[in-house]
Each structure stands twice: as structure tokens, then as C-alpha cells.
């Protein structure tokens, strides 16, 4: 229960066809039944079709997971974790599995197909994973950045970061977001 509990951590949402997937196994929607029912830090929103970890668990699973892997080894299993999410159309999860996966190349290119998809939820405390570069650049990351002030209460900074990402999007349709 443990391994599954952090090696299925890298997913972010969990459903049994994923974790099924990501462990190369069968039986994980009982599993995941079975935490959720326990109250072991597992909850769902939907009634049993998807999953998620309570954030302090998962903080330290993910953390558990580095250890027990390596640096190295942990990058690929998140990447590994990243392409399932993006076939299963789990865009934020995945951008959260690239990531954690260091995959720069990966993480520019779903900005930059489905950016929208990602910053439709907070970004949290991935921010300060992204190099400086990115953050400062990318017009997704900015409109994303801007509504973390608006929603802080931070309104002047938020008008600037809004400001930041319109300059950024250019002509593009999106800069009218």
C-alpha cells in the first residue's frame, strides 16, 4: 500500500485506469476505493471515478517518492506520469507531472498548445519550480501570475501582470483574456 501510495503520487488525480497505467497493473480503482473509504488522506469529488491525495500526504509522498527513486529516476517515473495525464486529457495534472519531470521542452509546448487548459487552475506552489526565464516570458504564465494577485487581493500588481500578459499574448486571440 505504501508503494502504490507513492508511486501513484506523480499523478496528481488519480483514477484506476491511470494508476492501472502508470503501475503497469490491475486493481488500482479497488485500492483507491479501499484509501477513500478508510479516510487515509483520499478523497473524490465524483463519487469514485476520480481521486486525489489530501496535499500534506501528497507533499510527502512526492517527497518519499525522490528519496526512494533518486533524482533521476524520479524525473523519469514523472514523466512517465505526464504523458498518461495528457492522453487522458488531465492537461493541469500533466503540466504539474512535466514539471516536476524538469521536462522544459515539454512544459513550453503545452503552454504553448493548451495554456488555457493549464492556468485555468492556480499553479501554486509549482511557480517557484519553473526557471525565472519562463515565468518572466511565457504569456500563459502571466495571465496565470496575474490572477494569483487578483486573487490575493493584490490589485495593483495584478493590474500590472495583466498588463505584462496582454503585451506578451500580442495580437493573439488570447491576449483578449
Do not use: K, N
Not at 68 to 79: D, F, I, K, N, P
Not at 138 to 145: E, G, N, S
Not at 148 to 154: F, V
Request: with cysteine.
Amino acid at each position: 500500500l505504501r508503494e502504490f501510495l507513492r508511486r501513484t503520487s506523480a499523478l496528481g488525480v488519480l483514477t484506476g485506469a491511470l494508476c492501472d497505467g502508470l503501475l503497469e497493473t490491475t486493481g488500482s480503482q479497488t485500492v483507491l476505493e479501499e484509501l477513500e473509504q478508510r479516510r487515509l488522506f483520499t478523497t473524490t469529488p465524483d463519487d469514485g471515478r476520480q481521486f486525489r491525495y489530501h496535499q500534506v500526504l501528497l507533499d510527502h509522498l512526492e517527497l518519499e517518492l525522490t528519496e526512494h527513486l533518486g533524482a533521476a529516476a524520479s524525473r523519469e517515473w514523472y514523466g512517465r506520469a505526464a504523458e498518461l495525464l495528457l492522453d487522458a486529457g488531465e492537461v493541469p495534472a500533466a503540466f504539474r507531472a512535466y514539471v516536476r519531470a524538469e521536462d522544459w521542452a515539454a512544459v513550453e509546448q503545452l503552454l504553448h498548445r493548451r495554456g488555457a487548459e493549464v492556468v485555468a487552475g492556480p499553479l501554486g506552489p509549482l511557480e517557484s519550480m519553473l526557471p525565472h526565464g519562463l515565468v518572466a516570458s511565457d504569456p500563459w504564465l502571466l495571465l496565470a501570475r496575474a490572477r494569483q494577485e487578483r486573487t490575493a487581493g493584490r490589485f495593483e500588481r495584478a493590474i500590472d501582470a495583466y498588463g505584462e500578459a496582454e503585451r506578451s499574448f500580442g495580437r493573439a486571440a488570447a491576449a483578449e483574456l
